[in-house]
C-alpha cells in the first residue's frame, strides 16, 4: 500500500548537474543542477518530514581521520559523533546537499584502481553519486519501521531506468554501492561519511539479483522488522519502477 502525507514540494540546487533522465520517474524534474521532487509523486511511502544531520565540514574535520582503537571501534566513533553533532532537520534540501557530499567523498575517482573492475568508469561513479544521493531521503524509524521509500531504495531498477544499462551494469554498479561491506578500508570510510546522514548504511539483500536496497538508518533500528517490513511492499514496488523503462535494455 502506498502512504503519502502531503508535503512541500523539494527543491534543491547541487554542486554538480544531476542527468536529466532522472525526470523518468514520477515526480523528479532535474535541469542542470537543480533537481525538483515532489513528494506525492515520487515517494511510495513517506510518512517522515524530518532527518538527522551533521555538518559535514565538520565530519571532515572532526572524524574521517579519527582513528579506532581497541577501546573505541569505528562505529562507536561515529555514533558518538551522532549523539554530539546530529541535528533533525525538516529541510529535505539540506538532506540532499549532505548527501552529495558524502557521495562525492564515498565515489572519489581514486577508489577506480582499488575496484578490481576495469569497465567500471568514472561516469559509473557519477551515477552512484546521483542515485546514492536521492537514496538519502528513504528514512527507517528506530522502531525499524521503513517510514520513506523511494525509487532509489531499489538501486538497480532505478539505476536501469534512468541510465538504460542492462541488468549486467546495473548488477556491478550496485555490487560498487554496497562492496564497502567487504572491503574494510572502504566500510570504514562508509561508517564515518555517513555519521553526516545521521546513521550507518543498512542493506536488506546479500546479492544483486534480491534487489532490496539500502538506507541509512539509525544506530539501535530494529533490522528484524526492517527487514519484515521490506519483505512485505519491496516485489510490488521493484515493479513500478521498471515500469518506467523506456529501452528493454534487460
Not at 564515518?192 to 548504511?201: S, T, V
Request: net charge negative; glycine share 8%; with cysteine.
Amino acid at each position: 500500500m502506498t502512504t503519502i502525507n502531503t508535503a512541500s514540494t523539494i527543491v534543491v540546487e547541487l554542486p554538480e548537474a544531476f542527468d536529466e533522465r532522472w525526470s523518468r520517474l514520477p515526480g523528479i524534474q532535474v535541469k542542470g543542477r537543480r533537481v525538483t521532487i515532489d513528494p506525492a509523486e515520487y515517494f511510495f511511502r513517506f510518512e517522515a518530514h524530518t532527518w538527522l544531520v551533521a555538518d559535514w565540514d565538520l565530519v571532515k574535520a572532526q572524524l574521517l581521520e579519527a582513528e579506532e582503537t581497541t577501546e573505541s571501534a569505528v562505529e562507536q566513533l561515529a555514533l558518538d559523533f551522532i549523539k554530539q553533532h546530529g541535528e533533525s532537520t525538516s529541510d529535505a534540501a539540506r538532506v540532499l546537499a549532505t548527501a552529495h557530499e558524502v557521495y562525492a567523498y564515498l565515489f572519489r575517482t581514486e577508489h577506480l584502481a582499488g575496484l578490481g573492475l576495469p569497465q567500471f568508469t568514472v561516469d559509473h561513479l557519477r551515477m552512484l553519486r546521483e542515485a546514492a544521493t536521492l537514496m538519502a531521503l528513504n528514512k527507517v524509524e528506530l522502531d525499524g519501521r521503513i517510514s520513506n521509500v523511494g525509487p532509489c531504495w531499489f538501486f538497480p531498477a532505478a539505476t536501469a531506468v534512468v541510465f538504460d544499462l542492462d541488468d549486467k551494469t546495473g548488477g556491478m554498479l550496485d555490487e560498487v554501492y554496497h562492496g564497502g561491506w567487504f572491503n574494510e578500508h572502504r566500510r570504514i570510510e562508509a561508517i564515518k561519511a555517513h555519521a553526516a546522514l545521521g546513521g550507518r548504511l543498512v542493506h536488506g539483500c546479500q546479492s544483486v539479483p534480491d534487489q532490496s536496497g539500502g538506507v541509512v538508518a539509525p544506530y539501535g533500528a530494529s533490522m528484524a522488522n526492517f527487514r519484515a517490513d521490506l519483505a512485505q511492499f519491496k516485489a510490488g514496488w521493484i515493479e513500478q519502477v521498471y515500469a518506467h523503462r523506456v529501452n528493454d535494455a534487460a
